[in-house]
Nanobody, 126 residues
Framework: VQLQASGGGLVQPGDSLRLSCTTSRDSFVTLDYWAIGWFRQAPGKEREGVSCISSSDGATYYEDSVKGRFTSSRDNAKNTVYLQMDSLKPEDTAVYYC?????????????????WGQGTQVTVSS
């Protein structure tokens, strides 16, 4: 299942952004059947897991550095998953990706793939 992230941009520290995760236009995939993981990759750094939202009960899990600032949610009617990012910091600068996972396991953040789909650039800079 290939997904595409959108909504990135250039913002100042302390600002907010909301990323969206959707399927391609010709896809009939229903996102509410999948857990959705958000990952990011900063220049010169390894890709890291940011958040996972489960399909069954909407439970969410976050990487420590974004807890309290980022919130993942679903809108099943729009077949879209969101990542609300508040109080952004320069260290949040990265390309953000979303992926479909079977579920948010204890090791969801170790997910890897040869094809991450379309990411979206988030740049936090003054």
């Amino acid at each position: 299942v290939q997904l595409q992230a959108s909504g990135g941009g250039l913002v100042q520290p302390g600002d907010s952004l909301r990323l969206s995760c959707t399927t391609s236009r010709d896809s009939f995939v229903t996102l509410d059947y999948w857990a959705i993981g958000w990952f990011r990759q900063a220049p010169g750094k390894e890709r890291e897991g940011v958040s996972c939202i489960s399909s069954s009960d909407g439970a969410t899990y976050y990487e420590d550095s974004v807890k309290g600032r980022f919130t993942s949610s679903r809108d099943n009617a729009k077949n879209t998953v969101y990542l609300q990012m508040d109080s952004l910091k320069p260290e949040d600068t990265a390309v953000y990706y979303c992926v479909a996972l079977a579920f948010c396991s204890n090791t969801w953040y170790t997910y890897n793939s040869d094809d991450w789909g379309q990411g979206t650039q988030v740049t936090v800079s003054s």
